[in-house]
């Protein structure tokens, strides 16, 4: 049975930092591509961050470019997202996700990616 567990979450306030885990198991972590998303209030899920398996390869939309940081570590069958210069408008629910490396989709569609974790939720305050 497959389990991604998202951790890390938390309360800050705006210009923090955050760094949130995905510990995953039930699959061999190396054979898959590793994704991070989030859902605000009141709004769709949204990419925001993917690693491919060897980790040589990461793709992120610009509204968090040079802040966000995604990485994995395949001796802990583990993604981290380091988070940055948090915004008010960060604050959402971080799911991870992941997708066999063979999978040829859009990294940035939620839809190619298979497991989902239950989310870790990450509120910013001004």
């Known amino acids: 049975q497959v389990q991604l567990v998202e951790s890390g979450g938390g309360l800050v306030q705006a210009g923090d930092s955050l760094r949130l885990s995905c510990a995953a198991s039930?699959?061999?972590?190396?054979?898959?591509?590793m994704g991070w998303f989030r859902q605000g209030p009141g709004k769709e899920r949204e990419f925001v961050a993917a690693i491919n398996w060897s980790g040589g390869s990461t793709d992120r939309p610009d509204s968090v470019k040079g802040r966000f940081t995604i990485s994995r570590d395949n001796a802990k069958n583990t993604v981290y997202l380091q988070m940055n210069s948090l915004k008010p408008e960060d604050t959402a629910v971080y799911y991870c996700?992941?997708?066999?490396?063979?999978?040829?989709?859009?990294?940035?569609?939620?839809?190619?990616?298979?497991?989902w974790g239950q989310g870790t939720q990450v509120t910013v305050y001004s």
């Open positions: 996700a992941s997708r066999h490396r063979f999978n040829v989709g859009n990294y940035s569609s939620g839809a190619s990616y298979r497991y």
């Open positions: 039930g699959l061999t972590f190396n054979s898959y591509t």
